[in-house]
């Protein structure tokens, strides 16, 4: 029996036509009917993911699914699971990446990229290719990682299929356009009998998400602790997300991703500054609702400041702006929210045409898992730092204090999946693992021993953790030396830098114990590390390189293939923010 068709022009999405492909290809194999066996591909193409989350990763997977959709081939890799001299022997390229940090290549990508910017990459003159990029127009760096690879096609000779699609964090809309256009130009260079609109080849259709960034489940908060010491500078607590009737199946390493509201003391005073009437309609809702909940309140966005500057040009900010250094505006930001930039410059005034152009949607904020489902299925656990500074007025951290102060145990809380499977534990359970990181840092360590213990794995665990003073920032203290005394954790290093004279830090402890930690490299450990990207991720880098350079004494050279041969074997991951 021949499967169902789905016309062209039927008004389905990308992602309602890979659902229905792979209900009628169920239906048709059930039947006798699957040709998927006979059937061959006259186009194939490469797609290609960079992805520090995952959301990349799923788009990729989704474009390759649309491909074969249509009767096409698709094969879908990671950047760094290639090199570039792969390339010339692709015909059609799509890749899918993502921007990681200031304007940094996600860590799956890193090593492609070094190899791809270099002088020795090869001439791509028969490759046709395509980029869709995706970003965060808050920052600098928009899109980045996308616009240098895109850029470096060009320069060696590729043909470029269709323009590059710069996508924000709102990129349904752009990268299912995108993803539509660039599969209607492949069909329609795919011979006829490839290009059909439905065929028996199309691979099962991965099951898509009930709860998105645009539907989130509704989920209750079941716990709620702090997990800081008395006397500490810092507020971590302890959450505890319902997971009820979502169906949402999470993994150690994933991460989740909360819809905050904004804080309503700060909303009534920016509803004062602007002095507008608060039922006027912007954007489709009133402007104490968007206030409340629709934008992003906190933050300055880039729009904001350079409108502000233009309306007060005498003003420090239009001084500073002027200058065009990212680092001194940056610098002069740091603590100051809309309402602070508003106060600044009384003299500029945003009136009704202004406000949906200045302020971005209020958007989800992700958080690493700090649990096991094989330790708890029905919730989720958080540990999460409550952020609050400033002394004549106190700024809140906008979902870290949503959570910790006005939540309560009845409000309804958005919350959506997002997995990470560039952040898995091995799975050979005999395999050494090594965690780093302190602070916040250690929660998806957490999960990780939940689950290595609940899966009776056999291989060593190392912990390197810490904070400022042990007796009130060692979080998890209690679960931390029952895993130690029940010989899950194997290894135990700890960092407090403010307990004596000398600061102490976790690449501290790291190399101090330098000789053992490369045994347990070569022994086929696995190095993860969550945390501060801008220093402490560096600065664990380095010395794991330094390390492994001591250990093996054949120079900085050798030890950076060494690290790089640990990353293409997913044996150095990080999950760094």
């Not at 708890?376 to 952020?387: C, E, F, G, K, Y």
Request: include cysteine.
């Amino acid at each position: 029996m021949s499967q169902l068709a789905i016309a062209p022009d039927a008004p389905f999405s990308i992602e309602q036509r890979v659902w229905l492909e792979g209900f009628f290809a169920g239906m048709a194999a059930a039947r006798g009917g699957d040709a998927s066996a006979t059937a061959t591909h006259t186009l194939t193409v490469d797609v290609l993911f960079g992805s520090q989350t995952g959301t990349s990763e799923f788009l990729a997977e989704d474009l390759a699914a649309a491909i074969r959709e249509r009767g096409m081939g698709a094969t879908l890799r990671a950047l760094d699971d290639i090199t570039p001299d792969d390339l010339p022997g692709m015909p059609y390229v799509l890749v899918v990446t993502s921007t990681y940090g200031e304007g940094e290549m996600p860590d799956n990508a890193e090593l492609f990229w070094e190899a791809f910017a270099a002088d020795t990459a090869p001439r791509l003159d028969e490759v046709r290719f395509g980029v869709l990029a995706l970003g965060d127009s808050g920052y600098d760096d928009f899109c980045q990682a996308g616009r240098l690879i895109d850029l470096r096609f060009e320069q060696l000779g590729a043909t470029r299929m269709l323009p590059r699609v710069d996508c924000d964090v709102d990129h349904e809309s752009a990268s299912g356009a995108w993803i539509g256009d660039v599969v209607a130009l492949l069909a329609a260079e795919a011979p006829a009998t490839a290009a059909a609109p439905l065929v028996a080849s199309a691979a099962p259709a991965r099951e898509r998400p009930r709860w998105t960034r645009t539907s989130p489940y509704p989920s209750r908060l079941a716990a709620n602790r702090v997990l800081s010491g008395q006397g500490s500078a810092k507020e971590i607590r302890h959450l505890e997300l319902a997971l009820g009737d979502s169906g949402i199946a999470y993994q150690a390493g994933d991460a989740l991703a909360v819809v905050p509201a904004n804080d309503p003391g700060l909303a009534e005073l920016l509803l004062d500054r602007l002095a507008l009437d608060p039922g006027l309609v912007v954007g489709g809702a009133e402007l104490r609702t968007q206030l409340a909940h629709g934008w992003e309140i906190s933050t300055p966005s880039k729009d904001l400041v350079a409108l502000l500057a233009e309306r007060a040009p005498h003003s420090e900010l239009a001084h500073v702006f002027a200058r065009e250094d990212r680092d001194v505006l940056d610098s002069w930001l740091w603590g100051k929210d809309t309402l602070d930039l508003l106060h600044h410059v009384p003299e500029a005034r945003l009136d009704e045409a202004d406000l949906d152009a200045v302020f971005r949607p209020l958007q989800p904020r992700a958080y690493s898992i700090s649990s096991s489902p094989l330790h708890s299925p029905d919730r989720i656990h958080l540990t999460v730092a409550a952020v609050r500074h400033g002394d004549a007025r106190v700024h809140h951290g906008v979902c870290s204090t949503f959570l910790a102060d006005r939540l309560g145990e009845d409000d309804p809380v958005g919350i959506f999946l997002q997995p990470n499977s560039s952040f898995r534990l091995p799975d050979d359970d005999a395999a050494p693992v090594v965690m780093i990181g302190p602070g916040t840092g250690i929660a998806p360590f957490r999960g990780f021993l939940q689950e290595r213990a609940a899966r009776g794995a056999t291989g060593r665990n190392w912990l390197f953790s810490g904070d400022q003073h042990r007796a009130s920032d060692f979080i998890y203290a209690d679960e931390i030396e029952e895993h130690a005394a029940r010989g899950v954790l194997t290894r135990l290093d700890l960092a407090f830098s403010r307990d004596q004279a000398e600061k102490v830090y976790v690449q501290t402890r790291m190399r101090a114990q330098g000789a053992e930690l490369f045994s347990w490299l070569e022994e086929g450990g696995y190095v993860y590390v969550c945390g501060d990207a801008s220093r402490m991720a560096r600065d664990v880098d380095r010395a794991l390189t330094d390390i492994v350079a001591t250990q093996r004494g054949r120079g900085d050279d050798d030890a950076a293939e060494y690290i790089a041969g640990l990353k293409r074997a997913k044996r150095y991951l990080r999950d760094v923010y």
